[in-house]
């Protein structure tokens, strides 16, 4: 059974940092390419950053510079370091396995976590 579990949400105020965690079991973790994803209330759900295998990064230029996603393969972890946060990044986090598909798009597979609430204040 394949599990995502995310942690690290908060309230934070704007400018401030946070990290996100996700521990997965259940797959063969350095397999697999994993993403972050966020959803606003009201909002599409965006992808955030993915990672490949070979740890090759991809950024949403809407998080670029202030975002790095990284993983982890031994402890089967896959983090997001959010830096210079904006009220516009209030949503829930979600991380995810992706599959990489041609021009390395990201498309989500069916795991997901269940999501981590970040709150960024003005």
């Known amino acids: 059974q394949v599990q995502l579990v995310e942690s690290g949400g908060g309230l934070v105020q704007s400018g401030g940092s946070l990290r996100l965690s996700c521990v997965a079991s259940?797959?063969?973790?350095?397999?697999?390419?994993m993403a972050w994803y966020r959803q606003a209330p009201g909002k599409q759900r965006e992808l955030v950053a993915h990672i490949t295998p070979g740890g090759h990064t991809v950024t949403a230029d809407s998080v670029k510079g202030r975002f790095t996603i990284s993983r982890d393969n031994a402890k089967e972890s896959v983090y997001l370091q959010m830096n210079s946060l904006k009220p516009e990044d209030t949503a829930v986090y979600y991380c995810a396995v992706v599959r990489i598909r041609d021009q390395n798009v990201a498309v989500p597979s069916d795991y997901w976590g269940q999501g981590t609430q970040v709150t960024v204040s003005s």
């Open positions: 259940g797959i063969i973790f350095s397999f697999n390419a």
